[in-house]
């Protein structure tokens, strides 16, 4: 019980991660698959920024007045930054590819693409 | 939408939403926040004015040029800040070395490079935000 | 018929359980003795207000000690927005060209 308290960052980020995992692989619609891309990338931001946890200290801002104080990790934060960036770039881009494909076949399930598209291929 | 109630709360809470996002870029270097959260809340105000006001006037306020400018501006604005302290004789992006003024600690004019870069950084994300939510919108027609 | 997808509940379910128990193997959470936190977050807490003149941290890591990732992320972004124009980008037409071309065709 101990040790589900102490490390619950971690167990809600690998719970996170599996139940974006089976949206992926289980709807049919374009756009649900992507939300579930995005659930993923969300738990791995929580797993690594938690790992810089230090007990009892304070936020990474520097008091001037008095110093030597215990400061939270800095460093995997600043790392996590750059990726939150790069998430929204591919979620933009994906949800761009998915109004052209309905442009092209009018549906967005992914069953349906597939059907009109080996119906093309045989003749 | 034309909806009169959403019109007259956008139009009267929308200049408290700039300053807010205006707030958090320009003390990227003294509070929690920075250029990338600081831009995403600009934008926001923007895209709520294009949701209540329709598409034509929301691209009055950002044209396509305006944010063309804004874009590449901003990278372009960070490369010469880094080729200036290839020029005073260090190596490249160098803030104390190359001898760019570094003030009193904690003012807002303090640390020579970062609340420059900060702040065109904030606006590169706000134009990319409404740039991209602009281009989605356009192709309906 | 439903066999699908009690079959990917259960895998599901034995990778949950697999990574659940890989927490057992890691360093406690907020232990202020972990492997992550070596010499060089040390460096940055003591002597990163001296080196670049900011209180925050975490926007003199990403600002002044590792510019160049930002500038890398700038480009990320430039590169995302470059490709959603160009997929669902509208053709501006210019009239006098059209005209132009109407006169002399």
């Known amino acids: 019980m101990n040790f589900i308290i102490g490390n619950i960052n971690y167990i809600g980020a690998m719970v996170l991660f599996v139940i974006g995992l089976y949206t ?36 990474p801002l520097v008091d001037p007045g008095n110093g030597g104080q215990l400061l939270v990790n800095p ?16 979620s933009a881009f994906a949800l761009s590819l998915v109004v ?24 | 939408m034309d909806d009169l109630f959403v019109r007259v709360i956008t139009k009267m809470i929308l200049p408290f939403i700039q300053l807010y996002g205006l707030y958090v870029i ?19 105000s923007l895209v709520l004015y294009t949701l209540a006001y329709g598409l034509e006037k929301g691209q009055k306020r950002l044209s396509h040029n305006t944010s063309a400018i804004f874009e590449s501006g901003g990278i ?43 702040f065109v950084l904030g606006i590169k994300v706000m134009s990319t935000v409404v740039t991209l939510f602009h281009n989605m919108l356009e192709e309906e027609r | 018929m439903k066999w699908d997808k009690i079959f990917t509940i259960v895998l599901l379910g034995a990778l949950l359980f697999v990574l659940v128990a890989s927490i057992g193997e890691l360093p406690p959470m907020g232990a202020p003795d972990s492997p992550s936190y070596n010499e060089t977050t040390r460096y940055y807490v003591e002597e990163g207000t001296r080196d670049t003149g900011s209180t925050n941290l975490i926007a003199s890591i990403i600002t002044d000690y590792r510019a160049f990732d930002t500038l ?8 995302g927005i470059a490709g959603v124009a160009a997929l669902l980008g509208v053709a501006h037409h210019n009239p ?3 005209e132009e071309e109407e006169n002399h065709g």
């Open chain 1, 24 to 59: 992926v692989l289980t709807h049919p619609n374009l756009i649900k698959k992507i939300i579930g891309i995005n659930i993923m990338e969300t738990s791995i931001f929580l797993f690594f920024v938690s790992i810089g946890y230090v007990q009892g200290a304070r936020a």
């Open chain 1, 75 to 90: 460093l995997p934060s600043a790392m996590i930054l750059t990726g939150i960036v790069v998430a929204l770039s591919v």
């Open chain 1, 100 to 123: 052209r494909l309905h442009q092209l076949y009018g549906t967005i399930e992914l069953d349906e693409i597939i059907k009109i598209r080996s119906v093309e291929t045989d003749d």
């Open chain 2, 26 to 44: 320009i003390h990227g270097h003294l509070s929690p926040g920075g250029a990338f959260s600081g831009g995403a809340i600009y934008a926001s």
């Open chain 2, 76 to 118: 372009l604005f960070f490369i010469f800040f880094g080729i200036l302290g290839i020029v005073l004789g260090h190596s490249f992006l160098t803030n104390r070395q190359a001898g760019f003024s570094m003030g009193n600690l904690g003012q807002v004019l303090s640390g020579g490079l970062i609340p420059v870069v900060t």
């Open chain 3, 72 to 79: 890398g992320e700038a480009t990320v972004l430039f590169t």
């Open chain 3, 96 to 98: 006098k060209e059209k």
